[in-house]
């Protein structure tokens, strides 16, 4: 076969697979969306089919937005989201530019122990952190599960930053220093706005675990003021009878800020994870 036979067939069966990995998944999300305007009945009846004038409903999405206690759990996981983003990000390229610009007693050490967080689970401390937290009295707090999620995420972010942060020039660095800035004001006037694709990334990887994540506010947050909407929807989950059209409602709502986030800073996450594939 001609190369020039074989390269567009190359190029269609990549995108044949990715389409089909596309397909598959989206139809997870896809299905609970089309089943969240269905009644209950419809749901049942036929979960591929597409709403009808007579099994359209939003019974789902009525009995979520006029939850109160909903409202509160969106704000929830907002705010221990949007804090662990912050921290770990500010965090992580801080330890990055320190572990990759100096050099100094214990550097690699350092590196190596923050490597073992990515192999290690952090769920395998649950007893250590529940007694942790239990000894701070931070039970039933939004502030034990920021403190979880920063530690989950910072070593993937450090290891990620990292990469990036040795593709800045040094150059730049010194001809900054060479004008008498000091160190702080290189790493956020000069590194960090060249690290938009990297940090693109560590948001996305960030934020889709710490929104979904269900272990962690079922052990360390379940009062009724600290619920996630992640944990939150298992009220309407019982043990004889479960309320699928609240259920499908508010796991429709509860991927929204994902779509959007990702909608956001697609372009930037696509050129990060590709960076460094050519030169």
Request: hydrophobic share 60%.
């Amino acid at each position: 076969m001609s190369p020039t036979i074989a390269k567009p067939l190359r190029a269609g069966f990549v995108h044949l697979v990715l389409g089909g990995y596309t397909l598959l998944v989206l139809c997870p999300i896809l299905l609970v969306l089309i089943n969240s305007f269905k009644s209950r009945k419809a749901i049942f009846d036929d979960p591929l089919a597409l709403p009808t004038a007579a099994s359209f409903s939003i019974v789902g999405y009525a009995k979520v937005l006029g939850n109160a206690a909903v409202g509160g759990m969106f704000l929830n996981s907002v705010i221990v989201t949007g804090v662990s983003m912050a921290l770990i990000l500010l965090f992580g390229a801080m330890a990055a530019w320190a572990l990759t610009e100096y050099r100094f007693r214990g550097n690699r050490l350092l590196a190596l122990f923050l490597a073992f967080g990515i192999m290690v689970p952090i769920r395998l401390g649950s007893v250590s952190i529940l007694q942790t937290m239990v000894a701070l009295d931070l039970v039933n707090t939004l502030t034990a599960l920021v403190l979880v999620y920063v530690a989950q995420g910072l070593p993937l972010a450090v290891m990620i930053l990292s990469e990036f942060i040795l593709q800045v020039p040094r150059e730049l660095k010194d001809a900054a220093r060479c004008d008498g800035i000091g160190e702080f004001e290189i790493f956020f006037r000069v590194v960090l706005p060249l690290l938009k694709p990297a940090v693109a990334t560590v948001a996305v990887f960030t934020m889709v675990p710490i929104w979904n994540d269900l272990w962690f506010p079922l052990i360390l947050a379940p009062g009724e003021s600290t619920q996630t909407i992640t944990l939150g929807v298992q009220q309407f989950i019982g043990q004889f009878a479960t309320d699928w059209n609240a259920v499908l409602a508010a796991l429709s709502l509860a991927v929204l800020p994902v779509l959007l986030l990702y909608a956001l800073v697609s372009r930037q996450l696509i050129h990060g994870i590709t960076a460094g594939a050519v030169k």
